[in-house]
């Protein structure tokens, strides 16, 4: 079974840092690219970053860029993102996504996500 | 960045109905146009991806269409596991999502 299960969150102060973990089973990761895709509390799906299979290819939303560094360790099957700077507006769920093959960004596999919340 | 929108915002069904939901693009995508359904508090699930290709494991009262910048995702026959809000999403450049339709019960 394709599960992959989030962890890292938790509150964090305005200007703070938080790591995120994602630990992947059920599949090859190495196959995948793999992206990070957040949900703030009642809003839409925002795509965050994504890195490909082998980590040499790395992609990071626009908005976000110089903040965040996305990361992978096929041999332990994880996935990671590194946030600094944070504020309020990345208070969200974060999902770690499968990718899938021979699709292009088509998420076909979440994570239940692990909540981020940036406050004073 | 593609924008994407949806159409309507929220609808009411029941179960058993045809519901029909509408996504378009800032620019053409051409078939490169996925839907997903999110259940209240769980994470997304893909229903269609190519614009039309249904994802394996997912019912096929569920069916996707379009290209270049107008799209559809029609659910034949409305069951309760669908109420919920669905999100199209573009993957012809960086993705972006749509704002979500939300079908509740009527």
């Known amino acids: 079974e394709v599960q992959m299960v989030e962890s890292g969150g938790g509150l964090v102060q305005p200007g703070g840092s938080l790591r995120l973990s994602c630990a992947a089973s059920?599949?090859?990761?190495?196959?995948?690219?793999m992206s990070w895709v957040r949900q703030a509390p009642g809003k839409g799906l925002e795509w965050v970053a994504n890195?490909?299979?082998?980590?040499?290819?790395?992609t990071y939303a626009d908005s976000l860029k110089g903040r965040l560094t996305i990361s992978r360790d096929n041999a332990k099957n994880s996935l990671n993102l590194q946030m600094n700077s944070l504020r309020a507006e990345d208070t969200a769920v974060y999902y770690c996504?499968?990718?899938?093959?021979?699709?292009?960004?088509?998420?076909?596999?979440w994570g239940q996500g692990t909540l981020v919340t940036i406050s004073s | 960045d593609i924008q994407m929108t949806q159409s309507p915002s929220s609808l009411s069904a029941s179960v058993g109905d045809r519901v029909t939901i509408t996504c378009r693009a800032s620019?053409?995508?051409?078939?490169?146009l996925s839907w997903y359904r999110q259940k209240l508090g769980k994470a997304p699930e893909l229903l269609i991806y190519?614009?039309?290709s249904l994802q394996s494991g997912v019912p096929s009262r569920f069916s996707g269409s379009g290209s270049g910048t107008d799209f559809t995702l029609t659910i034949s026959c409305l069951q309760p596991e669908d109420f919920a809000t669905y999100y199209c999403?573009?993957?012809?450049?960086?993705?972006?999502f749509g704002p979500g339709t939300k079908v509740d019960i009527k």
């Open positions: 996504v499968r990718q899938h093959v021979g699709a292009k960004t088509v998420f076909d596999y």
């Open positions: 059920g599949f090859t990761l190495n196959s995948h690219w």
């Open positions: 890195i490909g299979p082998d980590g040499s290819q790395k």
């Open positions: 620019q053409s995508i051409s078939t490169h």
């Open positions: 190519a614009a039309s």
């Open positions: 999403q573009q993957s012809y450049s960086d993705p972006t």
